[in-house]
């Protein structure tokens, strides 16, 4: 829970959250140990929480609410195809969204923006960030298809679109099991 690593950084505890951001000590209890999500708070309750602990309202709802991994995928092939590859690499490893990312445990979106860097970095001939060589030696037990190739091969009955897109798949991307051939066709 988000908040309960803010209280942390901040040597905070939920009761003086509480008196401080005059929401009820049973509403950050609730929040803290996962019975009430942030993104079903009302936005005073955001607001207060977020003012006290000096965040915004969308860094607690952002941090809390995972999208869908099709979503966040088009989402960071959008971001390079607006910012350009070396943009792009500045930005993510300046905010060391991975290593966030993969704080959170959101592991799979983690390892596929650092494919994504690694990738980049390779196609503009520039040295890879060694920050992440813990995060390289990991690997899905399965391999993670995108989801129109997983519609491809129910429709056909048979497995050779998977067996297709493995042979295309971005070595970077391949590294973690993670089956990705195509970044800069988007719409």
């Known amino acids: ?4 690593e803010l209280l942390k950084q901040k ?9 401080e951001s005059c929401v009820p000590h049973t509403t950050v209890l609730d929040i803290c140990n996962g019975k009430t999500s942030i993104g079903k708070c009302k936005s005073i309750t955001l ?4 003012k006290t602990l000096n965040v915004s309202m969308e860094y607690l709802i952002e941090y809390e609410v995972r999208p869908p991994f ?5 989402s960071i092939c959008h971001r390079v195809k607006n910012l350009g590859d070396l943009d792009f690499i500045i930005e993510t490893l300046e905010s060391d969204k991975i290593r966030e990312l993969y704080n959170k445990e ?19 001939d520039l040295p890879i960030c060694s920050n992440y060589n813990d995060l390289r030696r990991m ?8 989801s129109g190739i997983i519609a491809m091969s129910v429709l056909a009955g048979n497995d050779e679109a998977k067996r297709e897109s493995i042979k295309n ?3 970077e991307f391949i590294r973690f099991n993670i089956i990705e051939s195509d970044i800069r066709n988007v719409v």
């Open 11 to 19: 040597g905070m505890t939920k009761y003086r959250l509480a008196k």
């Open 70 to 74: 099709e979503a966040f995928k088009s």
């Open 1 to 4: 829970m988000v908040i309960n």
């Open 47 to 50: 607001y207060k929480l977020a």
């Open 106 to 124: 959101w592991k799979l979106e983690s390892l596929y923006l650092l494919a994504m860097v690694d990738y980049l970095s390779r196609e503009n």
């Open 169 to 171: 798949a971005i070595p």
């Open 139 to 146: 690997k899905f037990s399965k391999p993670v298809y995108p």
